[in-house]
């Protein structure tokens, strides 16, 4: 059982080192946009980075697994096993949604923080595994939280397609405002920016260059709407569930824990993001900057609230 | 009404758009309450509500709050008593009990209802409602194709219909065939909405119809569901405390399991329930796992030990003898209690005793502690005190503190003195002040009765709404047109496009599928899409 444990251990420190690998290889990558444009470039450092991120996510799997198996229930009852949980999912999901859209240069803005976390997770969070308490031990230890993870890795991914979104919609908005006396010459409408193709022989820069590189900031904005809307649902499950499992454990549904009280303002900061994707004026990049805002509280949530305040979830860290 | 679902500005033109924020000059007051239920009901209103919701619900995870921690809001006044002043005008040690609190999240249902219930209204019009006309011109939508057949503009559209199949509802038009399918997803919209009310609704009736208390009950005991046997009790104001659904309890063991390094892993409190109606049965309480008595839910919510001691006066005369519950402390159950011994012969002063049980007692030169939480060398450690109680004030008094004002502690010498007890032990009280025994160690378990018929309200509520979003999110609202026109020589040039209500990557399959049967109705001609 112990065995079991440090092969666990061993297994997310195997993941960090190819997370590392695939961070400097996407750095690089990205990089390479400081010389040239994206066109036409084998982008050999994305496919090494790639590669080390999927080993990197076999590698977290095992660790997850084993630590399983070493502790004889499901790896998600405490703190540490709570991060190396959500961040695979992150890691995952990423991988994922290179299926539908080559958004590899999303890496970094992944990769980066899952080490951040998992580094923090084995350096601060870590305890050995254990039995479970009599608290925690129901089925909905199972349920409830492991939902929760899975809305916090896809939360977490969505919000990097914000933050790309809006490198995006940056330097669309800097082509709308270059190609502008052009079209006043020419009488048309201002062009949408969407649209706009990438001028030739102009230097515009790194960031230009990532733009240019990167799908349209709709096409983003979608992506992550989308990642976002099944986070939502995972999340109003998780707060759901939380609330039948505090009704059968503390004797009420809703007590205003401090945890509550989080997971609560989180799932209104995304309600406010879903309302503001259909209102005039609000969508686009403030929907993205609301959204990002509702991650930055799931952080606070996870990281604030466990660590620093009194709250009835406190046998879970 | 300009509360629409998210992406609906891809589809009904028509729908939009609300007026703007600007308010009318010289409408008078019905003018302005119009405008004003406008601005309110208006998505927009309900976005910042929404934010103001989050903003205001926040402090209460970072300042303690007086229902739930009342002692750390004490705390917070001891401590850093101008701020916590400060932070109780505003409120913010109750947040969720605040009046500012109220007003946003009342204005935000009052914003909801005012919005889903047109939308309801428009809703089921649309579910009555024939599909949309054809617009004229179908190339002017993104997802469209043409094609033309051989063959002709019945077996085109026989073909279209098979290919719809029973999802759409389809219409035929003099313009062609109009088909409309995902009205479940307003549906869902609009259920999410209104559960989301039932939830408010279920969470306020909680607070008049609810009730609960707790109670220690040793083993071999009973507890009656009557006010008298708890020890702390709270009812909303429509619960008459008098009159509670009865059932008596009777606890007939309390186990507890523990690794070597004192970790829980077990708690069980075996029970007996008899019903009102003279059912009788046997049931286990354990952490997580309730049972219900007349109605209500019984917790086990602690556990600890309720040594049995007697108390012998100077005359011999038994002045006490019953089990006293000794509260755990730490993760060892190093347990603090209190005995009262009220009854002693006339003329004798009364007794108290207060210390500690250690289950496993260790004692060294750095003192005695306790190592492990289960009993195997169980030691009480007690101070005395003689005088008067003051339990004869008629102020009620915490059973687990003893008010030592009109006591003295007996002292040796500089020493306080110490009473050691082992199980079955029988010490001398010094100045021959009589006896106490510690007879035997049952435990006791911490109940938590708690009954409130809301309950089933918020969990249907909640699953509807929960229902409700995913179906609001994830079901495609498409509406697709097809129109045949036989073209001069005889062929037929089938036009069609498809929309959707928001991001819909399935749509140009959908139009692809129906486009393949299109095409399988004659021999491929030109294509021209």
């Given at each position: 059982?112990?065995?079991?444990?440090?092969?666990?251990?061993?297994?997310?420190?195997?993941?960090?080192?190819?997370?590392?690998?695939?961070?400097?290889?996407?750095?690089?990558?990205?990089?390479?946009?400081?010389?040239?444009?994206?066109?036409?470039?084998?982008?050999?450092?994305?496919?090494?980075?790639?590669?080390?991120?999927?080993?990197?996510?076999?590698?977290?799997?095992?660790?997850?697994?084993?630590?399983?198996?070493?502790?004889?229930?499901?790896?998600?009852?405490?703190?540490?096993?709570?991060?190396?949980?959500?961040?695979?999912?992150?890691?995952?999901?990423?991988?994922?949604?290179?299926?539908?859209?080559?958004?590899?240069?999303?890496?970094?803005?992944?990769?980066?923080?899952?080490?951040?976390?998992?580094?923090?997770?084995?350096?601060?969070?870590?305890?050995?595994?254990?039995?479970?308490?009599?608290?925690?031990?129901?089925?909905?230890?199972?349920?409830?939280?492991?939902?929760a993870?899975?809305a916090?890795?896809?939360?977490?991914?969505?919000?990097?397609?914000?933050?790309?979104?809006?490198?995006?919609?940056?330097?669309?908005?800097?082509?709308?405002?270059?190609?502008?006396?052009?079209?006043?010459?020419?009488?048309?409408?201002?062009?949408?920016?969407?649209?706009?193709?990438?001028?030739?022989?102009?230097?515009?820069?790194?960031?230009?260059?990532?733009?240019?590189?990167?799908?349209?900031?709709?096409?983003?904005?979608?992506?992550?709407?989308?990642?976002?809307?099944?986070?939502?649902?995972?999340w109003t499950?998780t707060l759901?569930?939380g609330a039948?499992?505090?009704?059968?454990?503390?004797?009420?549904?809703w007590?205003?824990d401090p945890k509550e009280v989080g997971t609560f303002v989180v799932w209104v900061?995304?309600?406010?993001?879903?309302?503001?994707?259909?209102?005039?004026?609000?969508?686009?990049?403030?929907?993205?900057?609301?959204?990002?805002?509702?991650?930055?509280l799931v952080?606070?949530n996870y990281?604030?609230v466990?660590?620093?305040?009194?709250?009835?979830h406190?046998?879970?860290? | 009404?300009?509360?629409?679902?998210?992406?609906?500005?891809?589809?009904?033109?028509?729908?939009?758009?609300?007026?703007?924020?600007?308010?009318?000059?010289?409408?008078?007051?019905?003018?302005?309450?119009?405008?004003?239920?406008?601005?309110?009901?208006?998505?927009?209103?309900?976005?910042?509500?929404?934010?103001?919701?989050?903003?205001?619900a926040?402090?209460?995870a970072?300042?303690?709050?007086?229902?739930?921690?009342?002692?750390?809001?004490?705390?917070?006044?001891?401590?850093?008593?101008?701020?916590?002043?400060?932070?109780?005008?505003?409120?913010?040690?109750?947040?969720?009990?605040?009046?500012?609190?109220?007003?946003?999240?009342?204005?935000?249902?009052?914003?909801?209802?005012?919005?889903?219930?047109?939308?309801?209204?428009?809703?089921?019009?649309?579910?009555?409602?024939?599909?949309?006309?054809?617009?004229?011109?179908?190339?002017?939508?993104?997802?469209?194709?043409?094609?033309?057949?051989?063959?002709?503009?019945?077996?085109?559209?026989?073909?279209?219909?098979?290919?719809?199949?029973?999802?759409?509802?389809?219409?035929?038009?003099?313009?062609?065939?109009?088909?409309?399918?995902?009205?479940?997803?307003?549906?869902?919209?609009?259920?999410?909405?209104?559960?989301?009310?039932?939830?408010?609704?279920?969470?306020?009736?909680?607070?008049?119809?609810?009730?609960?208390?707790?109670?220690?009950?040793?083993?071999?005991?009973?507890?009656?569901?009557?006010?008298?046997?708890?020890?702390?009790?709270?009812?909303?104001?429509?619960?008459?405390?008098?009159?509670?659904?009865?059932?008596?309890?009777?606890?007939?063991?309390?186990?507890?399991?523990?690794?070597?390094?004192?970790?829980?892993?077990?708690?069980?409190?075996?029970?007996?329930?008899?019903?009102?109606?003279?059912?009788?049965?046997?049931?286990?309480?354990?952490?997580?796992?309730?049972?219900?008595?007349?109605?209500?839910?019984?917790?086990?919510?602690?556990?600890?030990?309720?040594?049995?001691?007697?108390?012998?006066?100077?005359?011999?005369?038994?002045?006490?003898?019953?089990?006293?519950?000794?509260?755990?402390?730490?993760?060892?159950?190093?347990?603090?209690?209190?005995?009262?011994?009220?009854?002693?012969?006339?003329?004798?002063?009364?007794?108290?005793?207060?210390?500690?049980?250690?289950?496993?007692?260790?004692?060294?030169?750095?003192?005695?502690?306790?190592?492990?939480?289960?009993?195997?060398?169980?030691?009480?450690?007690?101070?005395?005190?003689?005088?008067?109680?003051?339990?004869?004030?008629?102020?009620?008094?915490?059973?687990?503190?003893?008010?030592?004002?009109?006591?003295?502690?007996?002292?040796?010498?500089?020493?306080?003195?110490?009473?050691?007890?082992?199980?079955?032990?029988?010490?001398?009280?010094?100045?021959?002040?009589?006896?106490?025994?510690?007879?035997?160690?049952?435990?006791?378990?911490?109940?938590?009765?708690?009954?409130?018929?809301?309950?089933?309200?918020?969990?249907?509520?909640?699953?509807?709404?929960?229902?409700?979003?995913?179906?609001?999110?994830?079901?495609?609202?498409?509406?697709?047109?097809?129109?045949?026109?036989?073209?001069?020589?005889?062929?037929?040039?089938?036009?069609?496009?498809?929309?959707?209500?928001?991001?819909?990557?399935?749509?140009?399959?959908?139009?692809?599928?129906?486009?393949?049967?299109?095409?399988?109705?004659?021999?491929?001609?030109?294509?021209?899409?």
């Amino acid at each position: 059982m112990n065995d079991l444990g440090q092969l666990s251990l061993l297994a997310i420190y195997g993941a960090m080192a190819a997370y590392a690998v695939a961070m400097v290889a996407f750095g690089i990558d990205l990089s390479a946009l400081r010389d040239r444009g994206p066109e036409g470039r084998p982008r050999r450092a994305a496919a090494i980075a790639m590669t080390t991120t999927t080993l990197g996510v076999v590698l977290h799997a095992v660790g997850v697994v084993t630590r399983g198996i070493a502790a004889g229930r499901v790896p998600w009852a405490n703190m540490y096993e709570f991060t190396i949980v959500f961040t695979l999912v992150a890691a995952g999901t990423f991988l994922l949604i290179q299926r539908w859209r080559d958004l590899r240069y999303l890496g970094a803005l992944v990769v980066t923080p899952t080490l951040l976390a998992l580094g923090l997770a084995v350096s601060v969070l870590y305890i050995a595994a254990d039995g479970v308490r009599p608290a925690l031990d129901h089925y909905w230890l199972i349920i409830h939280v492991s939902v929760a993870t899975m809305a916090i890795g896809i939360f977490a991914v969505a919000a990097a397609l914000s933050v790309v979104q809006l490198v995006k919609d940056r330097s669309e908005r800097a082509a709308a405002v270059r190609r502008e006396p052009a079209v006043a010459l020419a009488g048309g409408p201002a062009g949408d920016g969407a649209t706009a193709l990438p001028e030739s022989g102009a230097d515009r820069g790194f960031w230009g260059r990532l733009g240019d590189a990167l799908p349209g900031s709709a096409e983003l904005e979608r992506l992550a709407y989308r990642l976002n809307a099944v986070a939502f649902l995972l999340w109003t499950f998780t707060l759901i569930a939380g609330a039948i499992w505090a009704e059968h454990a503390w004797g009420r549904p809703w007590g205003w824990d401090p945890k509550e009280v989080g997971t609560f303002v989180v799932w209104v900061a995304y309600a406010a993001y879903l309302h503001a994707r259909a209102t005039r004026g609000w969508d686009g990049r403030k929907a993205a900057y609301l959204g990002l805002t509702g991650f930055g509280l799931v952080l606070v949530n996870y990281f604030v609230v466990n660590l620093f305040t009194e709250t009835v979830h406190g046998y879970a860290f | 009404m300009s509360y629409r679902p998210e992406g609906l500005r891809t589809m009904d033109d028509a729908e939009q758009e609300a007026p703007g924020p600007s308010a009318p000059a010289g409408i008078g007051l019905r003018g302005w309450l119009r405008w004003a239920w406008r601005q309110l009901t208006s998505m927009r209103v309900a976005l910042l509500l929404l934010m103001l919701l989050a903003l205001a619900a926040l402090p209460g995870a970072f300042f303690p709050q007086t229902p739930q921690d009342p002692a750390a809001v004490a705390r917070y006044h001891a401590d850093q008593p101008e701020l916590a002043a400060w932070l109780d005008r505003l409120g913010l040690f109750d947040v969720y009990g605040a009046p500012w609190f109220a007003a946003i999240y009342l204005l935000l249902f009052v914003s909801l209802i005012g919005c889903i219930l047109p939308r309801t209204r428009t809703h089921l019009a649309a579910l009555r409602a024939a599909p949309s006309r054809v617009p004229r011109r179908l190339t002017r939508f993104p997802v469209h194709a043409t094609h033309t057949t051989t063959a002709s503009a019945e077996e085109v559209t026989g073909a279209v219909r098979a290919a719809l199949g029973r999802r759409f509802r389809v219409a035929q038009t003099p313009h062609g065939l109009s088909a409309e399918r995902g009205y479940l997803r307003e549906t869902g919209n609009i259920v999410f909405h209104l559960s989301l009310v039932g939830v408010l609704i279920a969470l306020g009736a909680s607070q008049v119809l609810s009730y609960r208390g707790q109670a220690v009950v040793v083993e071999g005991r009973s507890f009656a569901n009557a006010l008298v046997d708890y020890d702390t009790f709270t009812s909303g104001s429509l619960v008459d405390p008098d009159d509670l659904e009865p059932f008596v309890l009777t606890l007939d063991e309390m186990t507890s399991e523990f690794t070597v390094d004192a970790q829980a892993r077990d708690f069980a409190a075996h029970v007996t329930v008899a019903e009102a109606d003279g059912t009788s049965r046997e049931d286990t309480i354990r952490v997580n796992y309730p049972i219900d008595g007349a109605g209500a839910n019984i917790y086990l919510a602690g556990n600890g030990f309720a040594p049995h001691l007697t108390v012998r006066d100077a005359d011999g005369e038994v002045a006490f003898s019953q089990p006293v519950p000794f509260l755990p402390e730490d993760d060892f159950y190093t347990s603090r209690g209190v005995v009262k011994v009220p009854d002693v012969s006339r003329g004798l002063e009364q007794l108290g005793f207060t210390g500690y049980l250690l289950p496993t007692a260790l004692v060294d030169d750095a003192g005695a502690r306790s190592v492990h939480p289960q009993p195997n060398a169980p030691l009480i450690i007690l101070d005395v005190y003689t005088g008067d109680l003051g339990l004869d004030d008629g102020v009620p008094q915490n059973v687990y503190e003893l008010d030592t004002e009109g006591m003295t502690q007996l002292t040796d010498g500089e020493e306080e003195v110490k009473i050691l007890l082992e199980p079955g032990e029988e010490v001398e009280l010094p100045d021959g002040l009589g006896t106490i025994s510690f007879d035997s160690l049952p435990r006791f378990a911490a109940l938590d009765v708690r009954y409130d018929p809301s309950l089933t309200v918020l969990l249907v509520s909640a699953l509807l709404a929960m229902a409700g979003l995913s179906a609001s999110l994830f079901v495609p609202r498409r509406r697709l047109w097809v129109r045949s026109t036989p073209g001069d020589d005889g062929r037929t040039v089938v036009e069609a496009a498809a929309l959707a209500r928001g991001d819909d990557p399935g749509l140009e399959q959908e139009l692809e599928r129906v486009m393949t049967a299109v095409r399988a109705t004659g021999p491929t001609a030109q294509e021209d899409t």
